[in-house]
């Protein structure tokens, strides 16, 4: 349990701790520092399960069906990092409490670092890789942010995004490789993954998981040629530098290689990627520090450079390589944030980390300069330090390495060249700072000693060096041996932790290395004329460049694609529908299935003549409005006619009456509207979307005749056979509507409502005058509405009303239903609206439409919840029989409550949609001139 | 019988998409309604041509398949709920824009190239 507990703490301190602001800068600092120590105290008790070699593991499902879990595991590598974060982590802390300036936002600061650190240890301890990715993702979210903790500062913000951009770019690699090895395993669990090494290695896929995978641990671990973020970063405070930078979270990609090592290593494609690409950041990171001025920047290539060194020693694949690697991690962490800590000191109490201005601060900071020039020999490599140790063990592995011919020389003498580098430019880093004669025009002078409490990281963090410099076996041996043992699964080679192994090869790359070194930092001038030859790149402004080339092309091609024509979208719609339905036509062809054709009778083949007629008559003749609609209402009108003829009377009356309202509503809609369309587009457009309109055409002929000569089965036979029993009627469309599919007709119901709320919002306030008259010079007529019409209507309504109700309850077992009764029902009111206006029929119905939309959708929701009170699924129905005195025997079915519910929404949205339009006109107001009969 | 009846709905979609295809709200609207009973017929047909097998029980032999019928009833209905929306959005747009082109008020609508090449060509 102690496991989530660690990874949790540092998020809950990180809403904690802002809440101690009030109390200045010092009690923040304290809160922050005790969910490091807590983490620490509880990780403690488990130090002997890891240093025999074992592991402790905590398990809890999360989303089993994704194969995420909450499952952490800590052993020797996870604690090896566990305690860099936390140890750093505190340190961090307490050099920040001193870094910072009382009116910055130190809230902020805290939180976000607490945020990183729980994420960081989320990374290290995770036993899932889903998991661990998540983490991973919220360190390059939280690096963001610290990054540009400086809003203000225009490169703060570009630095950000583009650590953002690459490490994020990087993490969406790693969860594609996490994937295909997850796929691979049939497991995100680290134990299933590093115990499935050869069943990975073996894979197809091994190669394309190995590279996305790597692609993740580069772009973190800033390896060439994705270094260029690093650099930019440092626009961060220096606190940040040192903790996210060089300790932490630039190391998760080496991490990460460690972590798979069982799983991945071993491998010639391994080996060629990882060892080249960690040799040439191992070069040109150092290679580049040696000529930066900034201080930082040159402690920002020389971490890109010992990355690569890591990076190189565990590419090469033998089993002390990867100790050496395990053991750099330790040793460039502690020298290499005290190195940060003290560049931040320097530029905190001169004004500036330009190495041409700041000199001879010995005579200033005497105790700062001793710390960083312990520091500084460690980056270099010098002997009784603990970065000489694991320089030298990478030095005898570079001789170790099986390269055929003369290509075994390459990785010593890269690996002495990037020492001569380094010793050149720590020997900058100590001599120009420190002595090389006076200050240069310093924005802060004198410079003095930092408080006291600045110095004591550094001094923690130095003497950590000395110490492991002298007696590694003592100081660090169990931790590395435990960490090393986890690395390669339980597989330690022996190796033996010992200042000096006597007079050896490695030993004399180390002297050239350093005597080299020196002679390139005495022969600077040289160097530096010689690379100003070259022009630099800048990566920021690349990255810009590239990046708002990007967004340029996107917005052209939007533009382009998007112009805002809808007109345009109608016509890239309908022609992309057709591309993707022209391959698989032009494979079936004129298609006549084993059915066949049955023989066409007389009425059918007429009806289906005048139909095609008008379909392309409205076509033709659309520009005339009021003949299209003519011509429409009789293709709507054969549409019924043909549900009938082909057995669907329910279709039928639904499609007649719906026709009957769809007509009104275009004469409404006409009514306001120019009564011709105006000519427009070019002949040219006019045969371009005949000819697109006769290809759609064609295609539907030959799909429909495809299909309907096509033998086919059909699940329908179980709802004719279980109707009658189970839903208690014998129209089967009905008890599909109302009980076997009751759901989809709620839900479509639900959809009619909204769009007739909608109807009435979108016309709310709005008003429209129609034209004075037809569009050719008639006027409208005087009499808006006629006696005859009203006479007629009006004694029509009961009779409606009448039959909607009969067909309403005869619906379960005849043609009929809720649909087509609200339908009727509708049009039954709509011509009581027709012949005598809006506001002599709203004065007697009194009904607002929405309520009753409302009470149709609550009846349908009752009549399905009735069920859940008796303990069946929503909507199940029931249905018994009574007798009525007069009218006989009578079915009674809860559907029939669902039913009314659809009647009444039917009713409620349609009229509300007309009536919506009615009003808009000042005519509605006209009242007839006759009240009455 | 089944030509008869995919030639029916080429001719629904056909003239439907040369109505889409226009610039006026009207035309379209009438395009669209035309397409939807092409559909609704093409839906509807999924459960093939049968003649005199209403899916009434006891009221005959053989039943057609009711499935389809059930889902293209409520077809009709969404599309009537569709077409009276559309129109009130065309409705909207000629209050809003005084005018009923699909792309808005004139003189604000984007670009049209073939008229763009016209103009050129007069110059």
């Known amino acids: 349990m102690s496991l989530p507990l660690v990874v949790l703490l540092p998020f809950l301190g990180a809403i904690a701790a802002p809440l101690f602001a009030q109390g200045g800068r010092t009690a923040i600092a304290i809160a922050s520092s005790v969910p490091a120590l807590i983490a620490l105290a509880a990780l403690y008790p488990n130090w002997q399960v890891l240093a025999d070699g074992g592991y402790v593991l905590y398990h809890q499902e999360w989303l089993p069906a994704l194969g995420i879990s909450l499952s952490f595991r800590l052993d020797g590598l996870a604690l090896l990092f566990a305690l860099l974060i936390l140890v750093i982590g505190l340190l961090i802390i307490l050099y920040a409490r001193y870094y910072l300036k009382p009116k910055e936002n130190i809230a902020k600061f805290y939180a976000l670092l607490l945020c990183f650190k729980g994420s960081m240890l989320g990374i290290v301890m995770s036993s899932n890789l889903l998991l661990m990715l998540i983490f991973w993702e919220i360190t390059s979210l939280v690096s963001f942010l610290l990054i540009s903790y400086w809003t203000h500062k225009q490169d703060a913000r570009r630095g950000a995004r583009m650590a953002l951009a690459v490490t994020g770019g990087g993490g969406l690699a790693l969860l594609a490789g996490i994937l295909i090895i997850g796929n691979i395993v049939g497991s995100f669990e680290l134990d299933d993954v590093l115990a499935a090494g050869d069943q990975i290695k073996a894979h197809a896929m091994y190669p394309v998981a190995l590279t996305l995978v790597l692609l993740g641990a580069f772009t973190k671990s800033a390896q060439f040629p994705f270094h260029f973020w690093l650099p930019h970063a440092m626009q961060a405070p220096t606190p940040v530098s040192a903790y996210l930078h060089s300790a932490t979270m630039v190391k998760a990609g080496v991490f990460l ?20 690409t960690g040799m040439a950041t191992l070069l040109i990171g150092a ?36 100790v050496a690697a395990v053991f750099h991690v330790i040793n460039h962490a502690t020298f290499k944030a005290s190195l940060f800590m003290a560049a931040g000191i320097i530029d905190h109490e001169t004004g500036t980390r330009d190495m041409r201005r700041i000199n001879g601060l010995w005579r200033y900071m005497p105790h700062t300069a001793t710390l960083a020039m312990v520091a500084a020999s460690s980056m270099a490599g010098v002997p009784l330090l603990n970065g000489f140790l694991s320089k030298e063990m990478f030095f005898a592995e570079s001789l170790e390495l099986n390269l055929p011919g003369l290509w075994a020389w390459l990785p010593p003498i890269v690996a002495t060249l990037a020492g001569i580098f380094a010793v050149a430019y720590s020997a900058r880093f100590i001599h120009d700072v420190f002595f090389n004669g006076k200050p240069v ?7 003095h000693e930092p408080p006291r409490y600045m110095k004591i990281p550094v001094e923690i963090l130095v003497f950590a060096c000395v110490m492991v410099g002298m007696f590694p076996a003592i100081s660090v041996g169990p931790l590395l041996y435990s960490a ?28 050239v290395a350093f005597f080299g070194g020196l002679l390139m930092y005495t022969q600077r001038q040289r160097f530096f004329d010689f690379h100003a030859r070259f022009k630099e790149i800048d990566e920021k402004a690349v990255f810009e460049a590239v990046v708002s080339r990007l967004a340029t092309f996107s917005h052209d091609l939007t533009g382009r694609i998007e112009n805002g024509s809808l007109q345009r979208y109608a016509l890239l719609l309908v022609l992309s529908v057709i591309a993707v339905a022209a391959a698989p036509l032009m494979n079936v062809g004129i298609f006549v299935g084993e059915l066949g054709l049955s023989p066409v009778d007389l009425p059918t083949a007429i009806a289906a003549g005048v139909l095609i007629v008008c379909a392309l008559l409205t076509a033709f003749l659309h520009r005339e409005r009021f003949y299209a609609l003519v011509l429409l209402s009789v293709v709507g009108l054969i549409v019924a006619l043909a549900f009938a003829r082909f057995s669907a009377p329910d279709l ?29 587009s070019t002949r040219g457009q006019r045969g371009r979307d005949a000819l697109i309109a006769l290809v759609a055409g064609v295609g539907m002929t030959l799909v429909t005749l495809a299909m309907l000569t096509q033998p086919f089965s059909s699940i329908s036979d179980f709802f004719l056979e279980n109707s009658k029993t189970g839903g208690g009627g014998t129209n089967v469309v009905n008890v599909i509507l109302v009980d076997f599919r009751g759901f989809d007709t709620l839900g479509e119901i639900t959809v009619l409502a909204i769009a007739a709320l909608g109807i009435y919002a979108m016309l709310k306030d709005t008003a429209l005058t129609p034209p004075p008259g037809d569009g050719m010079g008639h006027p409208w007529t005087r009499d808006a509405h006629p006696m005859m019409l009203r006479q007629i209507a009006r004694p029509m309504l009961p009779l409606a009303l009448m039959i909607s109700a009969f067909i309403f309850l005869r619906g379960h077992n005849l043609p009929g239903g809720g649909f087509i009764a609200g339908l009727i029902t509708s049009v039954a009111l709509i011509l009581q609206y027709i012949a005598s206006g809006m506001v002599w029929t709203q004065e007697r119905i009194g009904i607002k439409y929405h309520n009753v939309i409302g009470l149709g959708l609550l009846f349908a929701i009752i009549a399905g919840a009735g069920s859940l009170a008796f303990s069946y699924p929503f909507l199940t129905s029931t249905f018994g029989y009574i007798t009525w005195p007069v009218v006989g025997k009578f079915e009674v079915a809860s559907a029939l409550v669902f039913d009314l519910g659809v009647y009444l929404t039917v009713i409620g949205a349609t009229l509300l949609a007309l009536v919506s339009i009615g009003r808009l006109s000042p005519h509605s107001a006209i009242k007839p001139k006759k009240e009455g009969v | 019988m089944e030509l008869v009846f995919a030639l029916v709905i080429g001719a629904l979609t056909s003239s439907g998409v040369y109505l889409l295809l226009r610039a006026r709200t009207f035309p379209v609207v009438v395009g669209l309604t035309l397409i939807s009973y092409g559909v609704n017929l093409f839906l509807f047909s999924s459960g093939r041509l049968a003649t ?51 792309d808005g008020r004139q003189g604000e609508r984007p670009e049209k190239p073939e008229q763009k090449s016209e103009e050129e060509r007069s110059q």
């Open chain 2, 52 to 102: 005199g097998g209403q899916p009434i029980l006891g009221s005959t032999e053989s039943y057609s398949d009711p499935l389809p019928q059930a889902l293209v009833l409520t077809a009709i209905v969404i599309g009537f709920a569709m077409t009276a929306f559309v129109v009130v959005l065309s409705l909207r747009n000629l209050a809003d824009n005084e005018d009923d082109h699909v």
């Open chain 1, 484 to 511: 090393a043992s986890a690395t390669l699964g339980g597989d330690v080679p022996d190796y033996k932790l010992a200042v000096v192994h006597g007079l050896n090869l490695p030993l004399l790359m180390s002297f």
């Open chain 1, 652 to 680: 039928a009356m639904t499609q007649l009456s719906v026709e009957v309202v769809t007509i009104v509503l275009l004469m409404l809609a006409l009514f306001y509207m120019p009564s011709w369309t105006p000519l427009e």
């Open chain 1, 287 to 322: 290679y580049i520090a040696m000529f930066k001025h900034d201080l930082k920047g040159l402690l920002a290539y020389s971490t890109v450079s010992h990355l690569g060194l890591i990076t190189l020693l565990f590419g090469m694949g033998t089993q002390l390589a990867a």
């Open chain 1, 441 to 447: 025009d310093l924005p802060v002078y004198p410079p």
């Open chain 1, 257 to 276: 290689l460690a972590r798979l090592y069982p799983a991945l290593a071993g491998t010639e494609q391994w080996f060629y990627m990882v060892s080249f």
